[in-house]
Every structure is written in C-alpha cells, then in structure tokens.
C-alpha cells in the first residue's frame, strides 16, 4: 500500500440495512477486528432495544474488553452502563487507541456503525472542543426537552448554527445539549469550533446501498423480533436499576416502550412508534452520507471484498 498512513475499512450504512454481518464476513476474509461506531451499543444490558450483533448469534464470548462473535473481535461494544457519561470525546481516544493496537498486530480494523458523529470524528480526524460541563445549564435544557418536546430545543440549536444539522442527530438531546453548551459558553457556532486535525488513517469507505421500502421492511421486521425477543421486559428490568430520563432511554425502542410501561399509550402503538421512529432515522442517515462523496456504495458483498482487495494492493 503506497499511502505511509495504515489501513481502516469504514463500513456504513442505515440502521437494519446490515452492516454487521457484512463486517463480520468480510473481516473473516481479510483477517479483521470490529470496532462498533454505534452510540447506543456501547451501553451494556440495553441489548435488544440496540439490536446488538451478538442477538441471534450462538458463538458469543465476552472476555474483558472484547466480544468475540462468530469468533471475530468486536471492540468498544458493551463498554458503559446505561447510567454511566460516555462522551464523543471518550469515543474517539479509545477508538484509535484500539485501531493502532489491531493495526501494531497485522490486522486489518474494520470500523462499523450507523452513528455519523462517531465515524466522522474518526475519519475527518474531529478536535472535540474542550469546554467544561455546565451541570446547570444540562439541567435546564433537559427540563425544556420534558415541557416543550426535544424538536423545540433542536430548532433552536439549528438557528444559531444552521450547520449542525450535519453532525447533531435530531433525536439525541445529549448531542443537541451539548452544541448548545458550547455555544453559549464560547459564543461561537459549535461547527465553527469542530475542526479536522491532519487524517490518522488511510480510509476505505464502504456504504450498503439497499432499496427504501426493502429497508422498510426489514426495519419492521426487526421491530416485530425485538417485541418477540423480549424487549418489553428488557426495558423493564433496566427501569428498576435506572431512572427514565437518562440519556441513554432516549434512543429508538427504550422511549416508546418506557411511554407504554407508564400506561401512556398502548403497545401496538408504541411498535407503531419504533418502527416509524427507525424509518426516520435511517432516512437522516442517508441524507447525510449521500454529501460524502469518498464513500463507495455497493448493494453486495462481492463488491465490497474487489473494493478491498483492490484498496489493500496500491
């Protein structure tokens, strides 16, 4: 390989579209390690609701930092409690720590996930600006979220930074407070203060390109299995240890389910809910990555593999 960075393969793609298994096969094939880039499976016991990669599978092993799946390593997965801080800034520190360490054993790291904020950082090599918490200002914000809708509070973020829409997701109040944070404390549009750093890596970006409705579908599916699997009494068992409003409950499945577990609204409704929830989400995922043009998408497997094969060879 003629470019003196090491090798990362980035495989993206919207939720349910199948990343994981197209990771762990091709890791299989090229010798890889996963690292997950997904902001709702580093959480530990919130395993259904995140469709986890290890659901459904029979050859799991955890063993310390690791999950070992169909015998492929998977990093950053299961690492925080649901009631535990776990910052993009944290994300990133260990994320490269763990790519160098699979690259330093001859591997080649394979970095997977649906959350854009924590590809890009790697990828584009993000500096996360170093403001301090305002426990004050979080509280504040969060009370605004419970009385006027989190829609209200991300409007708000995008008129004083029409840019963040690119990188804050509609849906994450831990992201949409935190760019406010930071602007209200530097006076300064969040984008402004996110710049990119020299590139760490050599970068082969691979997207799964899948038909609408076909994703639809298979989201839906997916719900369906999840209800089957268990996920009301998932969410259940964590309310008992954790209190609703973590930041953590307030992904995709853990919401709608908290809503019908307080007699809010009925469970057809709540499976309703997710999956309309999940058809918006990964249509935002791919508006944002159709602005990427180094990404390279494919709808097979075998084009994926001559992508590498012809990535790992110059």
């Known amino acids: 390989m003629s470019n003196q960075l090491a ?3 980035i495989i993206l793609g919207p939720t349910g579209s199948g990343k994981s298994e197209l990771a762990i096969n091709l890791a299989r094939l090229f010798s890889g390690e996963i690292i997950c880039a997904d902001s709702r499976t580093i959480y530990r016991q919130m395993n259904i609701g995140t469709a986890k990669p290890y659901l459904n599978k029979k050859n799991v092993r955890h063993y310390q930092t690791k999950v070992f799946i169909d015998s492929i390593p998977h990093h950053l997965l299961d690492v925080a409690n649901p009631d535990q801080k776990f910052t993009v800034g944290q994300y990133k520190q260990q994320a490269i720590k763990t790519i160098r360490q ?3 054993k001859r591997k080649l790291p394979f970095l997977v996930g649906g959350t854009a904020l924590y590809l890009k950082t790697i990828a584009d090599n993000f500096l996360i600006p170093s403001i301090m918490p305002d426990l004050s200002f979080r509280k504040e914000m969060e009370e605004k979220i ?10 708000r973020l995008i008129k004083l930074d029409p840019l963040a829409k690119d990188f804050v997701q509609a849906n ?13 404390k530097t006076g300064k549009p969040f984008s402004q203060l996110r710049k990119r750093g020299p590139a760490l890596f ?10 609408r409705q076909k994703l639809y579908q298979r989201i839906d599916r997916r719900v369906e299995q999840m209800i089957k699997m268990g996920l009301v009494e998932e969410v259940k068992q964590l309310l008992k240890k954790y209190p609703a409003n973590l930041s953590s409950f307030s992904g995709i499945g853990y919401r709608e389910i908290t809503n019908y577990l307080n007699k809010e609204i009925a469970l057809p409704q709540a499976i309703q809910q997710i999956k309309y929830a999940t058809h918006r989400y990964a249509r935002r995922q791919m508006t944002w990555w159709r602005q990427d043009e180094r990404i ?6 075998s084009s994926a593999i001559r992508l590498i094969k012809k990535f790992i060879s110059e």
């Open 146 to 155: 419970k009385k006027q809708g989190i829609d209200h509070i991300y409007q």
């Open 296 to 301: 390279n998408w494919i709808d097979k497997q």
């Open 172 to 184: 994450n109040p831990r992201r949409i407070i935190r760019a406010l944070e930071v602007i209200e």
């Open 102 to 104: 699979i690259q330093h």
């Open 202 to 211: 050599n970068i082969l970006k691979i997207g799964i390109q899948i038909d």
């Open 7 to 9: 090798p990362l393969i």
